[in-house]
C-alpha cells in the first residue's frame, strides 16, 4: 500500500531563518507530488506541483522554492522565512493519470515567530 | 482568484438528518469536480469525484450532484453521523490547461449535533 510521510509535525521558526520541509512517498512510481499550504480557517492553495524529477510548476510567486530530487521525495525550502509564511503545510501525491484523488500527508504547522 | 466558491462556512445538523453541502463554480473548461473532507488537524481526504458529463455520482452514504446550467454542485450525505463531522472542500481539475493540479474551494464546516 502507498504511504505519505510528512516533517515535522510543528515547527517554530524565526523570522530571516531558512526552512527546509521534506515528503517522501512509499508504494508508487512516478507520482505527481504537490505541496498546499492553508491559512486558518481557509482552503488550500496550491505553491508547487512536481509530474517527475527535477520538474517543478510554482503556483504563486513567493518566498518559497520546491526541488524533487529523487521520484518519490518533494522538498519545500526558504532561504529567509518571512512572518507571513507561517501556516499549515500539506503534501499531497496523485497517480500520474488520475489528479483527482490527491493523498494527503499530515500536514507541517510552521509559526513564524 | 479560486474559481471554485461555497455558499454557507458552516453547516449544522443532526445526527441522522441528511446533510447538503453546496459549491458554485465558475470554470466551464473543470472536466472533474471532487469533494473532500478534512477532520481537525489532518489532511484532506478524498470522498467521491464526479466528471463533468455526469449528472449525478453515488458513494456510501454519499451522493455528488452537478448542474451544470447554474455551475453548481452538491454534496448530499445520508443519514449523518457524528464522524462526519469536518470542513469539506469541493475542488476542481481542469484538464486543458496542462495544469495537473487542483483547485481548490474555501470550505464548509459541517457539524453534527447530537
Known amino acids: 500500500s502507498q504511504t505519505i510521510h510528512q516533517w515535522p509535525a510543528t515547527l517554530v521558526q524565526p523570522v530571516g531563518s531558512p526552512l527546509s520541509l521534506e515528503c517522501t512517498v512509499e508504494?508508487?512510481?512516478?507520482?505527481?507530488l504537490y505541496w498546499y499550504r492553508q491559512a486558518a480557517g481557509r482552503g488550500l492553495q496550491l505553491l508547487f506541483y512536481?509530474?517527475?524529477?527535477?520538474?517543478i510548476s510554482s503556483e504563486v510567486p513567493q518566498n518559497l522554492s520546491a526541488s524533487r530530487p529523487q521520484d518519490r521525495q518533494f522538498i519545500l525550502s526558504s532561504k529567509k522565512l518571512l512572518l507571513s509564511d507561517s501556516g499549515f503545510y500539506l503534501c499531497?501525491?496523485?497517480?500520474?493519470?488520475?489528479?483527482?484523488?490527491?493523498?494527503f500527508g499530515q500536514g507541517t504547522r510552521l509559526t513564524v515567530v | 482568484g479560486e474559481n471554485v466558491g461555497l455558499h454557507l462556512p458552516t453547516l449544522s445538523v443532526q445526527e441522522g438528518d441528511n446533510s447538503i453541502i453546496n459549491c458554485a463554480y465558475s470554470?466551464?473548461?473543470?472536466?472533474?469536480f471532487i469533494w473532500y473532507k478534512q477532520e481537525s488537524g489532518k489532511g484532506p481526504q478524498f470522498i467521491i469525484d464526479?466528471?463533468?458529463?455526469?449528472d449525478k455520482r453515488q458513494g456510501q452514504r454519499v451522493t455528488v450532484l452537478l448542474n451544470k446550467t447554474v455551475k453548481h454542485l452538491s454534496l448530499q450525505i445520508a443519514a449523518t453521523q457524528p464522524g462526519d463531522s469536518a470542513v469539506y472542500f469541493c475542488?476542481?481539475?481542469?484538464?486543458?490547461?496542462?495544469?495537473?493540479?487542483?483547485?481548490f474551494g474555501s470550505g464548509t464546516r459541517l457539524q453534527v449535533q447530537p
Open positions: 499531497a501525491w496523485s497517480v500520474r493519470n488520475r489528479p483527482t484523488e490527491a493523498f
Open positions: 508504494g508508487t512510481s512516478n507520482p505527481n
Open positions: 470554470n466551464s473548461a473543470s472536466d472533474y
Open positions: 464526479i466528471r463533468s458529463n455526469m
Open positions: 512536481s509530474v517527475g524529477i527535477g520538474q
Open positions: 475542488a476542481e481539475n481542469i484538464e486543458d490547461t496542462g495544469r495537473r493540479a487542483l483547485t
